[in-house]
Nanobody, 120 residues
Framework: QVQLVESGGGLVQAGGSLRLSCATS????????MGWYRQAPGKQREFVAA???????TYADSVKGRFTISKDNAKNTVYLQMNSLKPEDTAVYYC??????????????WGQGTQVTVSS
């Protein structure tokens, strides 16, 4: 089992920045992939960014160049730095953890979500 707790959401004006944090109950080094997803009202949840255990980063095209995912293994925390925010970034942001053998039993875990609202 992996518990995930997000924080850092809030209200910001367009062009502003926010940093989301996701604290995990399990050592990040034993999690295959940590990621961020978001869900806007009336829309499906979509991928935002991910970072592998080896440090490889991937991003959705819509956030490339504006968002940066990072992790602190010592703190078992993953971050999402969001710059140049746009109103269309408004959504509930969810942290995700993917565990596969040999790191552990297969599992896909989600946090409770944190609201990000970008005003125009």
């Amino acid at each position: 089992q992996v518990q995930l707790v997000e924080s850092g959401g809030g209200l910001v004006q367009a062009g502003g920045s926010l940093r989301l944090s996701c604290a995990t109950s399990r050592s990040i080094s034993s999690i295959n992939v940590m990621g961020w997803y978001r869900q806007a009202p009336g829309k499906q949840r979509e991928f935002v960014a991910a970072i592998s255990s080896g440090g490889r980063e991937t991003y959705a095209d819509s956030v490339k160049g504006r968002f940066t995912i990072s992790k602190d293994n010592a703190k078992n925390t993953v971050y999402l730095q969001m710059n140049s925010l746009k109103p269309e970034d408004t959504a509930v942001y969810y942290c995700n953890a993917v565990v596969r053998p040999p790191f552990g039993r297969t599992g896909d875990y989600w946090g409770q979500g944190t609201q990000v609202t970008v005003s125009s």
